[in-house]
């Protein structure tokens, strides 16, 4: 338990110090009016204390991908936890904060106006599409997810087509209600249940002793199939690390904190503290079945169309904390999912709404923008949940790519420590074309090809910024 206890601290220090230094870099304004005070509309500017806007945000983006995406990768051995913790803090924090305070100066603008505006009108017509696709992709994941664990939870009574349904019409009313009506409302009651579930496992690992892997025993790559750590685990530990899908939630928030000086709290914060789910849920599945080995042979011997992760948290959360204490986790996992796709579905219209310059504030108009992205969701739901899943993965990171340079150019063009956006920017650059060119869902190329591939792609990459960047060139 001791590597991981570090993992824990070092992620709590990294808020107070690192958060401290992106604050610091980006120059907040606390005197400066934000959207929610100077353009509050009752819909969807609405202000919020503080508290509130971090729980919504935390709840936004802590879905499924901390506690999944942290079963996979901790497959892969001990260094899943190296990239949880330095992921966070220089990685998906920074994106988070960045790309939320720059939402916050341009009137809570959405992901693709932020990144368009920075790196020119095709990428923004390129992040329109990318970005509504993925949010399509959250809403039909995080169905499929929860209702698969509400029904394990109510032991089939009613079955699975039910609690999709169930779950599709609270998303429905969740993206066409204003902020304050069910969202703002609802959160406190899945905070508490998240809370619940965290504080849960957390003790269950200590009080169990649990053989949790330490840094001491090396980091050698333990998966089953031998994947390759680089790119594979960057990918499978996506929310719990770096993820672009937090930029497109960070727009929410924007237009409801009541000022910049809160912004570290709900952005930076949220983020460390998605990071701290995913370290419990990686420890937890490591260390209950004895061992990492021990976990692959498990999740090996289950059905080949098994939900897996959901399986793991399910026997977890029901043996370590009893029939009450796993029932009130595993609410805790299904509130995370079911507050990240509402919010997700929502986000899908409000980006929708901006491209086409369609006001929200009549339900009419909410409407016409909301059904078409219903209608697209309930297809994706028929598809296979673990193909689902694999491409959100992907996809969910290359956004992550585009915000950290979009970030990057914002930051250099105002003459600020560009350096805090540009190294994780190059990295992530690296780990999702790697990716695309080796894993199977891609090209399937040999490690050799797509790792050239990868970095050829990272120095265009770098090479293109300094070149069209026309301040660095002069100074």
């Known amino acids: 338990m001791i590597s991981f206890t570090i993992a ?11 958060g401290k230094v992106a604050e610091r870099v980006f120059g907040i304004e606390p005197d400066r009016p934000t959207p929610a005070i100077s353009n509050p509309d009752g819909v969807d500017y609405v202000p919020l204390p503080w508290w509130k806007a971090f729980l919504i945000q935390f709840l936004n983006i802590a879905g499924l991908g901390p506690i999944f995406g942290a079963i996979m990768g901790i497959m892969y051995g001990s260094s899943a936890f190296l990239w949880i913790v330095f992921g966070t803090i220089f990685g998906g924090a920074v994106h988070d904060y960045m790309s939320g305070m720059m939402s916050v100066r341009a009137n809570g603008a959405s992901l693709p106006e932020l990144v368009g505006k920075e790196l020119g009108n095709s990428v923004k017509v390129f992040m329109n599409i990318f970005s509504i696709g993925l949010m399509v992709l959250v809403g ?18 009613i079955g699975v087509t039910w609690w999709i349904v169930i779950i599709f019409t609270y998303y429905i009313l969740a993206t066409l209600l204003p902020i304050d009506k069910i969202i703002g409302k609802i959160y406190p009651v899945f905070g ?32 089953p199939q031998q994947l390759p750590i680089f790119p594979m685990m960057f990918i499978s530990i996506a929310c719990g690390a770096v993820s672009g899908f937090h930029a497109t939630q960070s727009p929410l928030m924007a237009r409801c904190i009541q000022n910049e000086k809160y912004g570290r709290r709900v952005f930076y914060g949220s983020m460390v503290v998605e990071g701290i789910v995913a370290l419990v849920w990686a420890a937890a599945a490591a260390s209950f079945f004895g061992s990492i080995e021990g976990l692959q042979e498990y999740v090996g011997g289950l059905a080949p169309t098994a939900n897996k992760p959901a399986v793991v948290v399910d026997v977890i959360a029901k043996t370590w904390l009893g029939p009450v204490g796993g029932f009130l986790a595993l609410l805790g996992v299904v509130a995370a999912p079911l507050s990240t796709g509402d919010t997700a579905l929502r986000s899908a219209r409000l980006m929708t709404a901006e491209f086409l310059k369609m006001n929200q504030k009549p339900i009419k108009n909410r409407l016409w923008v909301a059904v078409p992205i219903f209608i697209i969701t309930f297809i994706l739901l028929q598809i296979n949940f673990d193909v689902i899943w694999r491409y959100f993965a992907w996809w969910n990171q290359t956004l992550s790519v585009f915000t950290l340079w979009a970030i990057t150019v914002y930051l250099s063009k105002r003459n600020k420590f560009y350096g805090i956006s540009l190294i994780p920017a190059l990295f992530m650059t690296c780990v ?37 960047n026309p301040k660095l060139k002069t100074e």
């Open 192 to 223: 508490l249940a998240l809370l619940i579930m965290v504080v849960g496992i957390l003790i269950a690992l200590y009080v169990n002793n649990a053989a949790v892997p330490e840094f001491s025993a090396g980091f050698a790559n333990q998966h």
């Open 140 to 157: 039909a994941v995080f169905i499929s997810g929860p209702a698969e664990l509400l029904n394990n939870m109510t032991t089939g009574a």
């Open 8 to 18: 824990v601290i070092v992620l709590i220090v990294g808020y107070v110090v690192y």
């Open 432 to 468: 999702t074309v790697s990716y695309i060119f080796l894993a199977p869902e891609g090209f399937s190329l040999s490690p050799v090809i797509a790792y050239s591939v990868g970095i050829g792609t990272t120095l265009g990459a770098i090479i293109l910024f300094y070149v069209r």
